[in-house]
């Protein structure tokens, strides 16, 4: 582990940082591997450190098109939560939270999370009942979760504008207290440092552009930078997901949408909690510099644009000045997009594929920035024992043609 005295800071930030040693090593890739991880962002990183940490596959590289975390997981807003509605989805992303609870430790790499609470608004009989049965299920589950009044939302967060006479009156809220948020690229940092540090070989500007099969095995990938063998592959590659499985021959389920979001100027802190209401398609957080950090939900097509649109902008802020009239002289930013792969059932694919020791992890959708440690330690899991974890035996490829859907459209909480 890197240490450094307050004198070696003060000589390094003399010589400009020159002889600062990186938090993880840059190597060209080796002719093979136990395992090769397409896909550099947060959840592939996590796969490899658990691979090293819990299963003691070291011989591992994680090969990224672009840099680490340039995906979805430098683009998201960062709310993490685990009320979700069925016992499957629970299990999955409450073994997540804990995980986030202890990670800054774990990985000895502080990645800000921050459990200030996340708000989920109900703004209609249907928000209420559809709010309470799962809270309720969550509770069932053990997970923490309440159900909030007009007076007890105002009280949390003084902020929302909860009188009775505006278009989207507030009935209620959800709350998950242990949710929050972190920040988003310390993540990818701290599990590819922690990855390094295993002997894990991290490889950036390395696209895979095909997969080298014999008699339905994998046997290697194609890259920018050359072949590359391995006994098994495990994608994770968010955005792409249906591009690669075309590469390996098989198809996804899976539709890929742009998700906008976007940050205003700094200001002093003014709100200490996340709010979230899919009824007005808004919701918004304030990040540790002071930005409004705020989202909407995906755009209606399927695109692979990372870009942000006006139209966005507009719509998404008009709901966010309803619920919160004070900020509607704040001016904005910054605007981006993700793309984000979205499974019919709202919920992710993590195991096997049609082609022998090739596994797949993917259709997070607009929510897998939360289940980055719980999906990556799940995986790392299945990978190394060619069979699933017990919290994702539910979430296999197969279950589009079971008809054994785990349907979350609800607890994800932006629109589809
Ligand atoms: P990524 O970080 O996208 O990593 C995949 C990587 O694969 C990328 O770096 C990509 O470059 C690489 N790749 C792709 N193709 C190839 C190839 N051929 N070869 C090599 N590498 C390749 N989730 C939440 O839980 N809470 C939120 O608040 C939240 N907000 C969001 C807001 C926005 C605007 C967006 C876009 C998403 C949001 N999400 C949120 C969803 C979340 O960001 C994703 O589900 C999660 O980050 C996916 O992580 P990942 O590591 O799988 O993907
Ligand atoms: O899954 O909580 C979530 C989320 C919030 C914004 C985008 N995704």
């Known amino acids: ?43 592939g990183l996590a796969t490899a450190y658990y691979l090293a940490k819990e299963h003691g596959v070291t011989n591992v590289a994680v090969v990224e098109k672009g840099w680490l975390g340039g995906g979805n997981t430098g683009r998201n807003t960062t709310i993490v939560r685990s009320n979700y509605l069925w016992d499957e989805s629970a299990g999955l992303y409450e073994h997540s939270l804990k995980l986030w609870e202890g990670l800054s430790q774990a990985l000895n790499f502080n990645v800000m999370f921050s459990q200030r609470g996340v708000l989920n608004l109900a703004h209609n009989l249907h928000d209420l009942r559809e709010l309470s049965r799962r809270v309720n299920a969550n509770r069932l589950n053990g997970v923490d979760s309440e159900i909030l009044s007009t007076d007890e939302v105002k009280a949390f967060c003084p902020l929302i504008d909860c009188s009775p006479d505006i278009r989207y009156p507030v009935l209620g809220a959800s709350l998950q207290r242990r949710g929050g948020v972190a920040r988003h690229d310390a993540v990818a940092w701290g599990f590819a440092r922690a990855a390094d540090a295993l002997g894990v070989d991290i490889i950036q500007n390395c696209e895979v552009t095909g ?14 930078r050359g072949i590359i063998k391995a006994k098994k592959v495990g994608v994770v590659a968010a955005g792409h997901s249906s591009v690669i499985a075309a590469m390996a021959g098989f198809r996804l389920p899976i539709e890929s949408h742009p998700l906008q979001a976007l940050v205003s100027e700094p200001v002093k802190p003014i709100l200490d909690t996340v709010v979230m209401s899919n009824a007005v398609h808004a919701y918004i957080s304030q990040s540790d510099k002071g930005e409004m950090v705020i989202g909407a939900g995906i755009d209606g097509y399927i695109s692979y644009s990372q870009r942000g649109g006006f139209d966005v902008v507009e719509d ?30 709202a919920s992710p694919i993590i195991g096997k594929t049609p082609v022998d020791g090739l596994f797949i992890n993917c259709g997070w959708g607009t929510g897998g920035f939360k289940a980055t440690p719980g999906s990556g330690n799940v995986f790392a899991h299945t990978i190394a024992h060619d069979e699933p974890h017990p919290l994702n035996a539910a979430f296999s490829l197969d279950r589009f043609s079971s008809g054994a859907l785990v349907d979350e459209h609800g607890a994800a909480a932006v629109a589809h």
């Open 316 to 345: 998404t802020l008009q709901a966010v000045v309803e619920l919160f009239p004070t900020l509607s002289r704040l001016r904005m930013l910054r605007q981006w997009g993700g793309i984000v792969d979205v499974c019919p059932d």
């Open 1 to 43: 582990m890197q240490k450094y005295s307050i004198f070696s800071l003060a000589r390094n930030a003399l010589t400009r940082h020159e002889n600062w040693r990186e938090a993880w090593r840059s190597p060209d890739p080796k002719p093979e591997y136990d395992v090769i991880i397409v896909g550099g962002g947060g959840h």
């Open 211 to 224: 997969f080298q099969r014999t008699e339905g095995r994998v046997e290697g990938i194609e890259t920018t």
